[in-house]
C-alpha cells in the first residue's frame, strides 16, 4: 500500500525523504515522489521504483520535504498519478494515503470554480481545496478543506510560503519520529528507525503542525496532548542481515520469535499461562474471530485450538465478509488476528463488532497500530519487524498466541496443562531442525516450480495450513495453487488432477492419517504426482507418494506450527527458482488499507 514520510529539521530533507522511502519499499508501491521546499515547492515523481528517481535528482539542500510510494487504487501507475500532487499556483504538495471517497463531486465543484486538474488521482482535490481557502495560515486551509472531505486518510502538505508541515489523520496510520531538533513523519515506523525510536501515534481527527520548533496537535479545534511512545524494534531488525530475501531471514527466525512469543506468560511451575489481560474475568458463551488472509489461516486453526482446550464453540470468519453479515453476537468475545493492525477490512470488522457491544480483543505484532488502540484488550505477539509481503514468522507467532490463549482458559487438568507447555516450549527446537532440512525441502521447491497448477490438501487441524500453503505458492511464485480439505477433492476438483497437476499432502500422524492416505491412493490413481509432509518415522507414507518433505513429530495440536514452517521453505524456494520478487511479489501491498 501506499508510503508516506515527511522531514523537517536541520539537514538535508532529500536523502532523508529517498532514505525513508526505500525503508517502506516493502509495502508494495509502484510510483514514487517526493516535494522540497524552499523559495518555492519542487516535486519530482514517476512511475519508476526508488532507486530510479534517486538517480534523477540532483542535490538540494531544502531542509522540508515530503515523500510517497504509490500502489494504485484511482488511476493507473503514471508520472502524472504519482504523488506528491499539487494545487494551481504550483505552491501546495500534498501526499495522501487512503480513499478521498467524495472526490468526484469535489473536483465537479472546484472545477466549476476554475481550478485544474491533472491527475486521475482522488489525492488531487486536497491541495485544491486547501489552495480554495488559504489566507496565509495553511493549518487553517487544511482545517476547512477537512470538513468537506469523506473518506480515509493519512495526509502531509507544505506549502512554499510557510516552513512546517501540516498533517491529518483518519482511518489511516500516521506517526511522527521525534529527533533532536528534527520531526519525521511516516505511515510506518520501519520508514523513520534509522533516525529515531522516540514516536507519537497520531489519533483520527488529529490535526498536526510541526515546525523546527515543535509539534502542536489539535482534534476538533481542541488542542490535545499525545504521549511519545518508545518503539521495540531496532534497526538491524529491520533489515536483511546478509539473507538473500527478508522472506528467508524471516523464516529463519521464528525459533526464536517463538521463544520471544510465550516470554514472560509461562509460570514458574510451567504449569499455567498468564497472558496479562485487562480482562481476566472474561466469561463469554463463544468466540468468533475475525481476520483476512494468512491471519485468517491462523485463525481456522485457533478456532480447532481453543475448542478443543476450553470447550468454548469458536467461529471464524473473513473479516471483510463479516461487515456484510447481519450478525446477532450475544455474549461473544471477538478476537481479531492481524499482524499489521491496519488492515482496512479489520479495521472495520473491529469498529462494527465494538458498535454491537461486544468485548474485543486483537492479537497483533505492531505495537501502537490502529487495531491495538482501538480494541478493548490486547495482546502482542512480538515477531518483531516483518518487511516480506509473505506473512511467515507472524503466523507461527499467531498461533503460538493463540496456543496460550486456549492454554490460559483452558478447562484440563493441570498435569495435561503442563505437559502441552512442556511441548509448545520444545517447538523452536522442532522447528530448527526443520530449517536444517532446508535444502531437501528446496530440492521439492525447484520441482514444484516446473508446474503452473497445484493442490495442496489435509484434513482437520491441517486444512488451514493446506490453504496456507496454496496462498504463499499463488502470492510469490505465480503459480495457481488450491487449498482444498482432502475429503472434498473428490466433489470437483478431482477433474483436474492430471500428470501435470502435483499435490502437496499434509499427512501428519492424527486422528486424520489413515482417511488422508486413502486420499492419496485415490489422487495417485488419477496420476498427478504426490509430495507429503511427512513426520520422522513414518515408513508408511513413502510407499504411496513421489516425494516426502519430513518434519520432526509434535503432539497433534502443534503439528500446523511445523508443517507450516516446510510449507513456506517450499514456496520460498519455488518462487527463487522462477525467479520471482520474492520481498515484493507483483500487485500486492504488505498492510492492505483500503477495503
Ligand atoms: C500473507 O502472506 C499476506 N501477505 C496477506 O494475506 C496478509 O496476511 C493479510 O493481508 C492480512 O494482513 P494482516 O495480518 O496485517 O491483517
Not at 508501491?29 to 517526493?34: A, E, F, L, R, V
Not at 527446537?429 to 526443520?434: A, M, P, R, T
Request: net charge negative.
Amino acid at each position: 500500500m501506499c508510503g508516506i514520510v515527511g522531514y523537517i529539521g536541520e539537514r538535508a530533507a532529500q536523502p532523508v525523504l529517498i532514505n525513508c522511502l526505500k525503508r517502506l519499499e516493502y509495502r508494495g508501491y509502484d510510483s514514487c515522489g517526493i516535494a522540497l521546499l524552499g523559495g518555492y515547492t519542487e516535486i519530482y515523481k514517476d512511475a519508476v521504483r526508488i532507486e530510479a528517481l534517486e538517480k534523477s535528482l540532483q542535490p538540494n539542500d531544502s531542509v522540508i520535504g515530503i515523500g510517497h510510494t504509490r500502489w494504485a487504487t484511482h488511476g493507473k501507475p503514471s508520472e502524472v498519478n504519482a504523488h506528491p500532487h499539487s494545487d494551481c499556483s504550483g505552491k501546495i504538495a500534498v501526499v495522501h494515503n487512503g480513499v478521498i471517497e467524495n472526490y468526484m463531486q469535489l473536483r465537479e465543484q472546484l472545477t466549476g470554480e476554475g481550478h485544474v486538474f491533472s491527475s486521475e488521482t482522488d489525492t488531487e482535490v486536497i491541495p485544491h481545496l486547501i489552495e480554495k481557502y488559504y489566507d496565509r495560515n495553511l493549518e487553517q486551509a487544511v482545517s476547512r478543506a477537512l470538513n468537506e472531505i469523506t473518506g480515509s486518510y493519512a495526509f502531509i502538505t507544505i506549502h512554499a510560503d510557510s516552513g512546517e508541515l501540516i498533517l491529518s489523520r483518519k482511518d489511516s496510520p500516521l506517526i511522527i519520529g521525534i529527533g533532536d531538533g528534527e520531526y519525521f513523519v511516516a505511515s510506518d515506523v520501519p520508514a523513520v528507525l534509522d533516525y529515531t525510536d522516540r514516536v507519537i501515534y497520531l489519533e483520527d481527527g488529529d490535526l498536526a503542525a510541526i515546525t523546527k520548533q515543535g509539534i502542536s496537535i489539535t482534534n476538533n479545534n481542541e488542542r490535545v496532548t499525545r504521549v511519545e511512545d518508545r518503539v521495540p524494534w531496532t534497526v538491524e531488525e529491520a533489515q536483511k542481515a546478509g539473507y538473500e530475501h527478508f522472506m528467508i531471514k524471516e523464516i529463519h527466525e521464528q525459533p526464536k520469535v517463538i521463544r520471544n512469543t510465550f516470554a514472560g506468560h509461562i509460570s514458574a511451575l510451567e504449569s499455567e499461562v498468564e497472558l496479562g489481560l485487562k480482562n481476566k474475568e472474561m466469561g463469554f458463551s463463544n468466540i468468533l474471530i475475525l481476520a483476512c488472509g494468512t491471519s485468517y489461516h491462523a485463525a481456522l486453526i485457533g478456532k480447532h485450538v481453543i475448542q478443543k482446550l476450553t470447550q468454548v464453540p469458536v467461529t471464524v470468519d473473513i473479516a471483510s465478509e463479516f461487515n456484510y453479515s447481519e450478525s446477532v453476537l450475544g455474549n461473544t468475545l471477538v478476537m481479531v488476528i492481524t499482524q499489521s493492525g491496519e488492515t482496512a477490512d479489520c479495521m472495520k470488522a473491529l469498529k462494527k463488532a465494538k458498535e454491537l457491544g461486544c468485548y474485543t480483543l486483537v492479537i497483533t505484532n505492531v505495537v501502537g497500530s490502529s487495531a491495538a488502540r482501538i480494541a478493548d484488550d490486547v495482546l502482542y505477539i512480538k515477531a518483531g519487524p516483518e518487511i516480506s509481503v509473505a506473512a511467515t514468522k507472524s503466523f507461527v507467532a499467531q498461533l503460538v498466541m493463540l496456543y496460550l490463549f486456549a492454554l490460559s482458559r483452558s478447562s484440563i487438568d493441570v498435569r495435561s496443562r503442563a505437559s502441552l507447555i512442556a511441548e509448545l516450549r520444545q517447538l523452536p527446537n522442532k522447528i530448527h531442525e526443520i530449517l536444517n532440512r532446508e535444502e531437501d525441502i528446496a530440492e521439492q521447491g525447484r520441482y514444484l516450480a516446473g508446474y503452473e497448477n497445484a493442490f495442496f490438501v489435509a484434513r482437520g487441524i491441517s486444512y488451514p495450513v493446506a490453504l496456507e500453503g496454496a496462498l504463499k505458492v499463488k502470492e510469490i511464485a505465480y503459480i495457481h495453487a488450491e487449498g482444498y480439505a482432502a475429503g472434498e477433492l473428490k466433489h470437483g476438483p478431482f477433474a483436474l488432477l492430471t500428470p501435470e497437476t502435483p499435490v502437496i499432502a499434509i499427512a501428519t500422524r492424527d486422528n486424520t492419517y489413515e482417511t488422508i492416505l486413502a486420499n492419496i491412493k485415490e489422487i495417485k490413481a488419477r496420476e498427478s504426482p504426490v509430495v507429503a509432509i511427512a513426520e520422522d518415522g513414518d515408513d508408511e507414507i513413502g510407499k504411496y507418494v513421489d516425494a516426502v518433505i519430513r518434519i520432526p513429530s509434535v503432539d497433534p495440536l502443534f503439528a500446523p506450527t511445523t508443517a507450516v514452517v516446510a510449507l513456506h521453505l517450499l514456496a520460498y524456494y519455488t518462487a527463487k527458482e522462477r525467479g520471482c520478487s520474492i520481498d515484493m511479489p507483483r500487485n500486492l501491498a504488505k498492510s492492505v488499507t483500503v477495503e
